[in-house]
């Protein structure tokens, strides 16, 4: 058994960060999160004194869930950049510790892009965790607390799965051959090695991926703050209500612009401020 105590550099909380993360690989109950990753189990909190414990069954495993919740990547001066700012400047006061939690591999992140996309997030996870579960031989999952975490899918268990049998668990077909494709042309954990640039636009040359969708292939499986959620049907009702006129998916560029090499973390903020409320916006247009 490993444990490591770690300080976050920068504001950070595992609570808010980490509200809304579960899925088939994790769960988080009673400020604990439990993650199932390198062939074994870890385990996350914080203490009051904000260090973050991480006990894991390897190294490995340890290692990973510290990368996962970005602990070592400080966005203080995204916070600096937006203290004045009209959209995010409240919301960047009551949500300074949010960093997006990444998943164990980038084969998830496609995953999970795909999965989300023209679907509400709901019906997204809840395909994502049937998929990734239906994926998973019976050795690939380990029941904690009465619940099953299955291993995180790599690129061969993705690209091994033929098309048909993502679209009878519900993936439309051809966003399910994309996957497929893409793995079976690609080693995806090897985009840790290219600019985001080159990501993108790698992603972006494959029929059924767009700018949404390397969004979130950048923010959530490579950790990459730089490239914005385009197109994501969140900021599309923010830009409605801000510019009180229907708007394109395209426009949302537009709104991520401003944030520049923190056009990423900038969406995350954005989505959760809007759905709490902390977005500053035109009365009559906000009702």
Do not use: N
Not at 9 to 16: T, V
Not at 209 to 233: K, T
């Amino acid at each position: 058994m490993v444990e490591i105590a770690v300080r976050p550099r920068g504001p950070y909380s595992l609570a808010l960060s980490a509200r809304l993360i579960g899925d088939a690989t994790r769960r988080m109950r009673d400020g604990v999160l439990t993650a199932r990753c390198c062939g074994s189990v870890a385990r996350a909190w914080q203490s009051v004194d904000g260090v973050m414990t991480i006990r894991a069954e390897s190294e490995e495993a340890a290692e990973k869930l510290r990368w996962t919740l970005a602990l070592d990547d400080d966005h203080s001066e995204f916070l600096k950049l937006v203290a004045s700012d009209p959209l995010l400047r409240r919301a960047s006061l009551h949500l300074r510790g949010l960093r997006p939690v990444r998943t164990a591999t980038v084969a998830q992140a496609l995953l999970r892009a795909v999965c989300g996309q023209l679907i509400d997030s709901k019906t997204a996870r809840s395909l994502e965790r049937r998929v990734i579960r239906a994926l998973q031989a019976p050795h690939a999952s380990v029941t904690v607390s009465a619940t099953a975490l299955c291993e995180p899918p790599s690129t061969a268990t993705l690209a091994a799965v033929a098309p048909f049998e993502l679209r009878r668990l519900g993936l439309h077909e051809r966003r399910g051959a994309a996957v497929v494709r893409l793995c079976r042309s690609l080693e995806l954990e090897r985009l840790h090695d290219l600019p985001t640039d080159a990501v993108v636009r790698r992603l972006e040359r494959e029929r059924g991926l767009g700018p949404w969708s390397a969004g979130v292939v950048c923010l959530e499986g490579l950790g990459r703050f730089e490239h914005g959620l385009v197109g994501d049907l969140g900021l599309v009702k923010l830009l409605r209500a801000l510019r009180g006129r229907p708007v394109e998916a395209w426009e949302t560029t537009e709104l991520l612009e401003p944030y520049g090499e923190w056009a990423g973390l900038a969406s995350v903020f954005l989505l959760r401020g809007f759905s709490r409320g902390l977005i500053p916006l035109p009365a009559a247009r906000a009702a």
